[in-house]
């Protein structure tokens, strides 16, 4: 126990010492120094991963708070305060990964006071600011509580219902905008990606990946934090994955016909290799598992389901922001080291805090999260996800 | 009204002195080195290209609805109503969403720059405004490229179509491209040759359309969405305490 610590404590130094200098050379050499973008390939990694597939990875605390808080589904309780912190900090480090990717970063603000509606981009960046700040809200009773500040913690209950339907209004719109920042595009990015559905698609996969992560999470801090998993919450969020996973396909497979691609797709060309692999992850392997009640119930399948299903839409995103442009443009475009580095470093934080914050505050202590709600759980109108589940 | 570049390439010698001009004109740094790059950059606006002796010239088209004005989250680029599309450095936060939609490839971005700005052709908007002509207009020998009123120059260039037929292919570029752009082009070679996207390919709707008509419902939706996200909450929430209530008023009963 203590070596692996020691291990994953050296791993963490060295990501960060690397990213560290890479962050020197971004911030005192510049973009050209520091990345492969050219002016051909403007948006390279810290776009297509960073910001679209950390955006999407952050979808578990909308998901879990409206499976929850909307339709009732006390099952998922338990996870409600992990999927909210995973959230909160991904949003921050997408933020944070923000600053690096911008050529300007110290203009940021300008956001503020510039705004364009018509801007796509605006739009995003705005929801993704208010919706930071609704995540800090929904956030904060684990440190009221910490702190045993009951005043705080009543405040926070009476706006609450306010957090909730703001939380998931603000993510339903930026979560499909990211898609829709793709719209002006038909010409560049390949048939295989571009589709007037982006957004539905953005949003539909970012569903699927908030249940996909918070299986993913749960088992993940069971096995590292050394806490029991609960068998009917990765059940139901096994059962939801799978509905969700089969919207996404019909609504996918009904834009390939539609558009009448599925030829184009069958013929093999470096384009359909890549959309081979994203299909292969995000449908194939994990709609073949859940199908399998055994799956189902079984908390080390449905981990291999959810990673699955988490890479297949990373596939999926940087698909649509790396890989689908290239033959317009010309070229391949491959991250330089720096680039990944930097990428790492996001991702080693994100993990770091997640630490910090379960060993210091109560995000696993569910019998605290039951006060901000009803003063007793009654088992009432499950929703869609519950009936998933069975 | 709003103007226009006209560029005839037939009447073109390949001097490249509205590149000179340009960068005079922009500040920009001009020399034999800069003179035989065959790539528009951060440091070169404007340039003429050469294929079977024939000289194409390529510069920001100046889009009659932008694309890279619609998507910029500041308002940064803009088009002005005599028709250049300009660039305010100040309110840029470099994301670089104008590069990756204009579809021209036309922004371009100074990658070694620690404050990088965007860098394109901006028509020369204080000539411009002042009257004047662009600067690689002014200096052109032999008319091939020209300034003036954009209804004038289209008339212009079907005139000279029709008069010399075999000298060029029957289409102006520009016309109808993306809504229509205030750079035309008539040349006897395909523009595609040079580097331009081909008309059918980016198609005759203003590229601002295609986000449009996502964004212009979102008005609507954010009323209708938040009613129907608060009505499932009240719903939900109303259930359990009638539920509450009547297990309340049962253990009441019994007791």
Not at chain 1, 306 to 311: M, N, R
Not at chain 1, 318 to 336: D, V, W
Request: hydrophobic share 45%; aromatic share 12%; net charge neutral.
């Amino acid at each position: 126990m203590k070596f692996k610590l020691t291990f994953w404590r050296v791993i963490f130094i060295v990501i960060m010492v690397l990213g560290l200098y890479s962050s020197y050379v971004r911030y005192f050499r510049g973009l050209g120094t520091a990345t492969n973008m050219t002016d051909q390939f403007p948006w390279g990694l810290w776009i297509g991963f960073d910001c679209l597939c950390g955006v999407m990875l952050a979808a578990g605390g909308f998901c879990m708070v409206g499976a929850v808080y909307l339709f009732n589904v006390e099952r998922l309780h338990p996870v409600v305060r992990p999927a909210v912190l995973t959230a909160f900090l991904g949003y921050l480090l997408f933020i944070v990964g923000l600053l690096f990717d911008l050529g300007r970063p110290w203009f940021i603000w300008h956001q503020m006071i510039y705004m364009n509606p018509h801007s796509v981009m605006f739009e995003v960046g705005f929801c993704v600011m208010t919706y930071t700040t609704v995540l800090f809200f929904e956030f904060l009773p684990n440190v009221f509580e910490r702190l045993n500040w009951k005043t705080g913690i009543g405040w926070i209950k009476k706006i609450y219902p306010v957090l909730i339907v703001a939380g998931i209004l603000l993510s339903t719109l930026h979560q499909s905008s990211l898609g829709s920042l793709y719209l002006i595009m038909p010409s560049k990015l390949h048939p295989f990606w571009y589709s007037p559905a982006l957004p539905f698609f953005f949003f539909g996969s970012a569903v699927a990946v908030g249940l996909a992560m918070t299986i993913f999470e749960s088992t993940q801090s069971a096995k590292a934090f050394g806490r029991q998993l609960e068998l009917p919450v990765l059940v139901t969020l096994g059962g939801g994955l799978l509905v969700a996973l089969w919207v996404n396909l019909l609504l996918r497979a009904e834009d390939y016909i539609h558009r009448g691609l599925i030829r184009q797709i069958f013929t093999p060309s470096y384009e359909a290799y890549f959309l081979w692999l994203e299909l292969t992850l995000t449908f194939l392997i994990p709609i073949s598992m859940l199908s399998f009640r055994k799956v189902r119930m079984s908390p080390q399948l449905l981990y291999l389901a959810s990673i699955s299903t988490v890479l297949g839409f990373i596939t999926n995103r940087l698909n649509i922001a790396l890989i689908g442009f290239e033959t317009y443009i010309g070229h391949h475009y491959l991250p330089k080291w720096t680039e990944f580095s930097i990428t790492l470093m996001i991702i080693a934080m994100g993990f770091a805090l997640f630490g910090l914050a379960v060993r210091y505050l109560p995000i696993f202590q569910t019998e605290t999260a039951h006060q901000l709600e009803q003063p007793e759980p009654i088992e009432v109108g499950a929703g869609v996800l519950s009936h998933a589940g069975d | 009204m709003s103007k226009a570049i006209l560029y005839d390439a037939t009447m073109c010698i390949g001097c490249k002195q509205c590149e000179g001009a340009c960068a005079q004109q922009n500040k920009l740094p001009y020399d034999d080195t800069v003179a035989a790059e065959s790539e528009q950059s951060a440091h070169k606006y404007t340039v003429v290209l050469t294929r079977n002796d024939k000289f194409m010239r390529r510069l920001c088209m100046h889009c009659q609805e932008p694309a890279c004005a619609s998507v910029c989250p500041v308002g940064a680029l803009h088009k002005t109503k005599e028709g250049p599309v300009v660039y305010d450095v100040w309110k840029c936060i470099g994301c670089r969403y104008c590069m990756v939609a204009c579809p021209f490839k036309q922004p371009k971005y100074e990658w070694g720059s620690l404050n990088p700005r965007v860098q394109k052709c901006v028509m020369c908007p204080d000539r411009v405004t002042a009257g004047k002509q662009t600067a690689c207009a002014e200096i052109c020998p032999t008319g091939a490229t020209k300034f003036g009123e954009r209804d004038e120059l289209i008339s212009e260039a079907k005139e000279r179509i029709r008069q010399n037929p075999s000298n060029y292919k029957p289409h102006i570029y520009g016309l109808n491209e993306v809504g229509g752009t205030s750079v035309l082009i008539i040349a006897a070679a395909d523009v595609e040759d040079y580097g331009f996207p081909a008309s059918a390919k980016i198609g005759e709707t203003p590229m601002p359309e295609y986000t449009g008509r996502v964004m212009e419902r979102i008005p609507d939706f954010i009323p209708v969405w938040t009613l129907v996200l608060g009505g499932i909450y009240w719903v939900s929430h109303r259930r359990d305490e009638v539920a509450l209530a009547e297990a309340q008023e049962k253990n009441g009963g019994n007791r």
